[in-house]
């Protein structure tokens, strides 16, 4: 069992930036592969970033490439979304999900095993 808790979300003008962390429960968070979602009123949770296990591989949604960078430090059982030149569009809850897998692959939304409650994050014009 992993309970995750995210932070960090708040208001920010565009062109800001913000660092989420989701620390988890457990013992083996070494061993679980993380991701970030996000849904935004009337939207679909779409995947934003995600990590592997051991932090070989990252994917992320192509609408955050080159502003967003996922970490995983496994020393502290936490992983961070660092998200620079914010927009109005990345206005969302964001999601932090994790799977005990030693994939390298994407991970869909089903395949989430266990979720936190979220964190808001808001960009202003």
């Known amino acids: 069992q992993v309970q995750l808790v995210e932070s960090g979300g708040g208001l920010v003008q565009s062109g800001g930036s913000l660092r989420l962390s989701c620390a988890a429960t457990?013992?083996?968070?070494?061993?679980?592969?993380m991701a970030w979602f996000r849904q935004a009123p009337g939207k679909e949770r779409e995947s934003v970033a995600q990590?592997?296990?051991?932090?070989?591989?990252?994917y992320y949604a192509d609408s955050v490439k080159g502003r967003f960078t996922i970490s995983k430090y496994n020393a502290n059982n936490t992983v961070y979304l660092h998200m620079n030149n914010l927009k109005p569009e990345d206005t969302a809850r964001y999601y932090c999900g994790a799977r005990l897998w030693y994939g390298q692959g994407r991970l869909e939304q089903s395949e989430v095993h266990y979720w936190g409650q979220g964190t808001q994050v808001t960009v202003s014009s």
């Open positions: 457990g013992r083996t968070f070494n061993s679980y592969f």
């Open positions: 990590i592997s296990w051991n932090g070989d591989t990252t």
